[in-house]
């Protein structure tokens, strides 16, 4: 049991000798917390965050702590994130070098709940320094700067950090530099957009290489909605073109022919027998012809010549006979 105790007590000793090497920062103290009140983009400018960091989320149920990547962050996008956490208390560490963003995803708070970890630049690491052995250009080259983030320069005391302009810059002119930093350890923070210069004081040491040049860029604003373009407009079809019906007319009807009117001859003056009666041959009366039905064709009516020449032909016979008994009776 005593050893049990030793253990634990070991361990316990050993984790508070860790956490006395980090720093512990309450998100939005000293006068603001994890909410929508708080200005967290100040409260995280105004600190230098080191690798081994922690930062203590302290919160309401009704908020959350999610790390989303950078596109997510700009436009407050909590459908993908990367960490989520809930439960009104979260530890997170900054356990590597570079830029970690964070929102709340409750509906509408991301838009003030939004927290962007400047990243911290140790100049020439992994496997350099502020020195004379150091490719400080090839290792500025391969970083991209934001406004926000921190230079940490870590040299010895034979060493110092100038802020100088472009001319100085090109001719390593120490004499009269912007800003002057010595001590060891110096931490710049690019708090603008634009190029930078630094330069070892020491005489020499700028022509041995002991030279930066920093080029900060704006944070990326937030992307601009994407508008929808409106499909393109799909050109109406005309519509179909109705066949126009025929008008509907009476029914056509076959001409009718009148019966013909009879000539009589005059009568003589002297007639001994009446003469015959002929009954006149009257033509067939066409009876009218029903509408047909649509689609049948209507059979054409027969010649109107035919028909004249049967009436002919009876008239002429039966005056013919006439003439012939008047002959006879005389």
């Known amino acids: 049991m005593t050893i049990l105790k030793t253990l634990v007590t070991l361990a316990a000793i050993a984790m508070l000798m860790k956490l006395a090497m980090a720093a512990n920062y309450t998100v939005g103290d000293p006068n603001g917390s994890w909410d ?47 960490n989520s956490h809930s439960g009104g208390s979260t530890v997170i560490t900054l356990s590597s070098q570079g830029k970690r963003y964070f929102i709340c995803g409750t509906a509408g708070h991301s838009m003030l709940m939004k927290l962007a970890m400047a990243a911290n630049y140790t100049v020439g690491d992994p496997n350099g320094s502020w020195d004379q052995s150091s490719d400080l250009g090839k290792w500025a080259s391969s970083k991209t700067f934001f406004v926000g983030d921190n230079l940490i320069f870590q040299y010895t005391l034979n060493h110092d950090v100038l802020e100088v302009s ?41 022509d041995q290489g002991m030279k930066l040049e920093i080029d900060t860029v704006a944070a990326s604003a937030p992307p601009p909605a994407t508008t929808s373009a409106p499909p393109p407009a799909t050109p109406l079809a005309p519509p179909p073109a109705t066949p126009s019906a025929p008008p509907t007319g009476s029914p056509v009807k076959p001409p009718i022919s009148s019966p013909p009117t009879k000539s009589l001859a005059p009568s003589p003056k002297h007639s001994h027998s009446p003469a015959p009666k002929m009954s006149p041959s009257s033509s067939p009366t066409s009876s009218p012809t029903s509408s047909p039905p649509p689609g049948v064709s209507l059979p054409p009516p027969p010649p109107s010549s035919a028909t004249r020449v049967n009436v002919i032909a009876g008239s002429s016979l039966g005056l013919g006979f006439y003439i012939m008994m008047m002959l006879i009776n005389l």
């Open 36 to 82: 929508q009140s708080s200005d967290l983009g100040k409260w995280a400018s105004s600190k230098t965050f080191f690798v081994g960091d922690n930062l203590i989320f302290q919160y309401t149920l009704n908020h959350d702590v999610l790390e989303v990547s950078k596109p997510d962050f700009d436009s407050c996008r909590a459908n993908n994130p990367i």
């Open 166 to 206: 472009k001319p100085d810059f090109d001719s390593c002119r120490a004499n009269n530099p912007i800003n002057s930093h010595s001590g060891g350890s110096t931490v710049i923070t690019l708090s603008s957009q634009g190029k930078r210069y630094f330069i070892c004081g020491t005489a020499g040491h700028c």
